[in-house]
């Protein structure tokens, strides 16, 4: 699996991780919900996953999660980590269907790419982080459901307002298809 991937590739991976690292542990926005913010990482992380395909997006929400927590805490919340991998795969999943390198990244583009990351985030951040936090450490349901919901409702913004801003900045850099005329 992960001897397909390109030098381009890992260095997204890691160099993602890194920018995923400082995003969350510098540029959050606390919402009063304890431990759940607005996060910017994650518009990055979904920025990164549909540049470099679903592979780069799941590791760098797995380690880049992993790093910053362990590196505010002290220790790592094994279940948000999961599903930052989780939601980086998946978002990943829809880099097929948008052509970034060719500067597409229009209506139909946008609505695609936020659909999916909607449907990911509800199921990451309000289904599987608070049924982990359940299985895992043992936390009180209402407590993970609420942190869960806010948790993927702040996300969903964050990814639709940043990454998909990223991503129609990231297309104009790019040559359009076709967009090379001769003259005469």
């Known amino acids: 699996m992960f001897k ?13 991780s890194a920018v995923y690292l400082v995003l969350g542990r510098f540029v959050t926005i606390p ?4 431990n759940t913010n607005v996060e910017t990482a ?26 910053k927590d362990f590196l505010m805490f002290g220790s790592v919340w ?18 097929h269907r948008i052509k970034l390198e ?12 936020n659909l999916v990351q909607v449907v990911v985030q509800i199921i990451g951040w309000g289904l599987l982080a608070p ?12 407590k993970v459901f609420t942190q869960g ?3 993927a409702l702040l996300n969903i913004i964050s ?10 900045s990231y297309s104009k850099t790019q040559s359009r298809g076709n967009s090379l005329t001769k003259e005469d």
Do not use: C, M
Not at 4 to 16: D, H, M, R
């Open 42 to 67: 994650i518009a990055f992380l979904a920025f990164i996953a549909v540049l470099f395909g679903p592979i780069a997006g799941g590791l760098v929400g797995l380690i880049g999660h992993a790093l």
């Open 4 to 16: 397909n991937l390109s030098i381009k590739t890992i260095v997204a991976i890691g160099i993602g």
């Open 131 to 142: 049924v982990l936090d359940i299985l895992i450490y043992a936390e009180p349901v209402n």
């Open 102 to 113: 060719e500067g597409q990244f229009g209506k139909k583009e946008i609505i695609s790419f």
């Open 31 to 34: 919402t009063g919900v304890p």
């Open 78 to 95: 094994w279940s948000w980590v999961l599903v930052s991998l989780f939601v980086g795969f998946f978002i990943g999943l829809v880099a």
């Open 159 to 168: 990814v639709g307002v940043f990454a998909t801003i990223l991503l129609l």
């Open 149 to 151: 919901l806010v948790a």
